[in-house]
C-alpha cells in the first residue's frame, strides 16, 4: 500500500520561507518519480515540481524556477520542496505525488498515488 504524507505547511509573510516535506512508505522499487503540485482557492491543480527518485533530475514550473528546490533522502524516503521567497499568489494546498518511471512528468495524470496536501498560506 503506497502511502505519502505531507507536513510543513503553514502560514509565512511574502519574501519568507518553507521547507515542505513528504514521507513515502510501500515503494519498493527506487525507479520512480516523485512531483509537487498545488491548488489555489477556484483555480485547477497546477504542476510545481518533480524529480526523478534514483537519478535526481529535476523540473520545475517556471513560476517557481529560481525560488523552489525540490529534493530527496533516499535513507529516509523523504521528498522536500524548499520554498523561498515566497509570494501569496504561493498560497495554495501542496500535494505530493508518486509513480513508477525513469521519467519526472510534469503532468498530473501521470501520477496515480498522491498526499492528502498541506497548506501555505503566504501573507503580504
Known amino acids: 500500500q503506497v502511502q505519502l504524507v505531507e507536513s510543513g505547511g503553514g502560514l509565512v509573510q511574502a519574501g519568507g520561507y518553507l521547507k515542505l516535506s513528504c514521507i513515502v512508505s510501500?515503494?519498493?522499487?527506487?525507479?520512480?518519480?516523485m512531483g509537487w503540485f498545488r491548488q489555489a482557492h477556484g483555480k485547477e491543480r497546477e504542476f510545481v515540481a518533480a524529480?526523478?527518485?534514483?537519478?535526481?533530475?529535476?523540473n520545475y514550473a517556471d513560476s517557481v524556477k529560481g525560488r523552489f528546490t525540490i529534493s530527496r533522502d533516499n535513507a529516509e524516503k523523504t521528498v522536500y520542496l524548499q520554498m523561498n521567497s515566497l509570494k501569496p499568489e504561493d498560497t495554495a494546498v501542496y500535494s505530493c505525488?508518486?509513480?513508477?518511471?525513469?521519467?519526472?512528468?510534469?503532468?498530473?495524470?501521470?501520477?496515480?498515488?498522491w498526499g492528502q496536501g498541506t497548506q501555505v498560506t503566504v501573507s503580504s
Open positions: 510501500g515503494l519498493t522499487s527506487a525507479n520512480y518519480a
Open positions: 524529480i526523478n527518485w534514483n537519478s535526481g533530475s529535476t
Open positions: 505525488a508518486a509513480r513508477f518511471g525513469s521519467f519526472a512528468p510534469t503532468s498530473r495524470y501521470d501520477y496515480p498515488w
